[in-house]
C-alpha cells in the first residue's frame, strides 16, 4: 500500500452523525424551540410510547444519562444498602458506580469468550447476601439470559439489565431489556440509537417499578403534588426525546448496515489466526446482535494500533483497557482470567453507519497486511 493511499477514518464521525439528517434534525430543533416545551413534555411522551412499543415493553422512561438510568432501576428493583449485586468487570465504571451508589455492594463476575458475563461465574458469586444480577448487554449482544434467569429463580434474585449497548439486539427473539424486572438503556451519541448530548432511558413491565421510576427521576413528586422522599432530578429533555424519535424510524436501517459492516469484517479477516472475531451475525440463531461495537482480540495489540494509526484508522481500548477490577481506587481484589485475556489482547475496529465498504475494505487490508508481515 503506498502511502498515497492514506485515508483517514475516525473511530466515530460525529460530524457525519449530523450531516445524514441535517435538514431533518434541524427541523425538529426548531419545532421544539418554537413550541417551547422543553421539559416533560409532548415529545418525551411521544418517545417514551414509541420505545415501549418498539421494545415490547410496557413502561418507558426518559432518564439524563444512562447511569442514572441504572441507579433509579436498581433502586425501584428494591436494591438497597448492603445488598449484593453481581455484575461483570468488563464493563464500564458506570455500571458499577450505579450499584455503589444504590447501597449495594458490587461482586464482579468473570467473562465468556464473547466478552459477556458468564453464568457460571455468576453462580459461583452467590451469597445469603446476593439481591441482583446485573449482566451488561454489552457491544450490541444480549447475554445468555435463560441460565441467568435460572439463576435468579433458584435463588430469588433481582436482575436489572444494564443495556446501555444493547438496544435491538435479542436473545431468543426477546429483546435486550425485556428480561428483567428492569433494564437502563443509554443514548449517548455515538450508540445506536444516539442523541446531541447525554440521555438514557429505563424501562420494565411491572406496575410499581414504573411508578417508583416515575418519581425518582423527577424529585420525587407524585401526581397529587406530595412527595415520596428524597429523589433525583434525571429527566431525558424534550430536544433529545425528539430528535431520538426522530432516529428511532431509522433505527432498523442503522442496525442493518452494521451487520452488514460485521459480515465484511467476518469474512476478510476470519482467516488470521492472530485474531479473535465477535460472533459473527448468523453464526447463532439464538443471537441477533447489532454491532454496538466491533471488538476484536489481536496478537501484538499495541502494535496493530500503531500501525493502523499511522495509515489513518483510529481505534479505541473499551474504557481505555481497563476493568472495573483494574481501578485500585475501587478496591477489588478478584481473578478473573478470561477478563484478563480479554483486556489485554481487545480493542475497538470502527463501527459506524459513517463507514463506507471501500473504508471497511482498507481497514481490513491494513491488518492483512500486518500480520502478513
Known amino acids: 500500500m503506498n ?7 475516525p473511530f466515530f464521525n460525529y460530524p457525519g452523525l449530523f450531516a445524514r439528517q441535517r435538514e431533518e434534525i434541524l427541523s425538529t430543533v426548531e419545532r421544539v424551540f418554537a413550541a417551547g416545551k422543553l421539559i416533560m413534555q409532548e415529545d418525551l411522551e411521544q418517545f417514551e410510547v414509541n420505545l415501549a412499543q418498539y421494545l415490547g415493553a410496557k413502561h418507558a422512561f426518559g432518564v439524563g444519562n444512562g447511569t442514572d438510568g441504572l441507579l433509579i432501576a436498581l433502586i425501584a428493583a428494591g436494591v438497597g444498602r448492603g445488598d ?30 464473547d466478552h459477556l458475563i458468564d453464568p457460571a461465574s455468576v453462580r459461583a458469586k452467590v451469597t445469603k447476601r446476593t439481591k441482583a444480577i446485573v449482566p451488561v448487554q454489552l457491544n450490541g449482544r444480549t447475554c ?3 441460565r441467568l434467569q435460572e439463576i435468579a429463580e433458584e435463588h430469588g434474585l433481582v436482575i436489572v439489565e444494564d443495556a ?30 444516539g442523541c446531541f448530548g447525554d440521555g438514557g432511558g429505563v424501562v420494565t413491565d411491572d406496575d410499581q417499578i414504573a411508578d417508583r421510576i416515575k418519581t425518582l427521576r423527577n424529585h420525587g413528586r407524585m401526581d397529587d403534588g406530595d412527595v415520596s422522599g428524597w429523589c433525583f432530578n434525571s429527566r ?34 476470519a482467516a488470521i489466526g492472530a485474531l479473535r472475531l465477535p460472533p459473527s451475525p448468523r453464526s447463532d440463531a439464538r443471537h441477533f446482535d447489532v454491532y454496538q461495537n466491533y471488538e476484536v482480540e489481536a496478537h501484538r495489540r499495541d502494535e496493530l494500533r ?41 480493542l475497538l475496529l470502527p463501527m459506524n453507519t459513517s463507514l463506507t465498504d471501500d473504508d471497511v475494505s482498507y481497514i481490513c487490508d491494513l491488518i492483512d497486511a500486518f500480520y502478513r508481515s
Open 236 to 269: 431525558l429533555d424534550n430536544l433529545q426525546a425528539a430528535l431520538l424519535d426522530l432516529k428511532l424510524k431509522s433505527f432498523p436501517e442503522e442496525v442493518r448496515r452494521r451487520r452488514e459492516i460485521a459480515a465484511v469484517y467476518q469474512e476478510r479477516l
Open 164 to 193: 446501555a449497548q444493547g438496544l435491538g439486539s435479542e436473545y431468543r427473539g426477546r429483546k435486550a431489556g425485556t428480561f428483567g424486572r428492569a433494564a437502563m438503556f443509554s443514548f449517548y451519541p455515538a450508540k445506536v440509537l
Open 306 to 346: 500503531d500501525h493502523l494509526k499511522a495509515n489513518g484508522v483510529h481505534t479505541i481500548l473499551q474504557w481505555g483497557g481497563k476493568a472495573l477490577h483494574h481501578f485500585p481506587a475501587l478496591g477489588f481484589t478478584v481473578d478473573l482470567p478470561i477478563t484478563e485475556r480479554i483486556i489485554a489482547r481487545s
Open 144 to 146: 445468555e439470559m435463560d
Open 84 to 113: 449484593e449485586v453481581i455484575l461483570p468487570s468488563h464493563t464500564f465504571i458506570a455500571t458499577g458506580a450505579a450499584v455503589h451508589h444504590s447501597g449495594a455492594i458490587p461482586v464482579l463476575a468473570d467473562c465468556r469468550d
Open 3 to 9: 502511502r498515497t493511499d492514506v485515508r483517514t477514518i
